[in-house]
């Protein structure tokens, strides 16, 4: 969990140029069968000690995708929104193909 996590926020902070210091709250989901810790409990391995984390259950959809954790960071930006760019890693690129390939 560890590895995934900070490896998939470092890679959304460093192509969207973000700081540590501009984040302003993290909200992880995971699925049911990612149990071993909480993503945020990784995120907080990279320095992420002063800012809230949240961590929810991803929705048990029939067919949704297995060992998926999902991040939605808030961020003070002056880049306009369309200039984000939303990575995905492994099979989760499946999940949103219109927006193009991330790498891992």
Known sequence: MIERVTSLLGDMFSRNH???DDVISIFFSAT?????MFPAEAARTMG???IPLM??????ITGGMPRCVR?????ESHHARSAVEHIYHGDARTLRP???????
């Open 98 to 104: 219109d927006i193009g390939p991330s790498e891992q």
């Open 55 to 60: 961590c929810a259950r991803e929705l048990a």
């Open 71 to 75: 991040v939605m960071a808030h961020v």
């Open 18 to 20: 973000v700081d540590l």
């Open 48 to 50: 992420l000690s002063d």
């Open 32 to 36: 049911d069968d990612l149990h071993s």
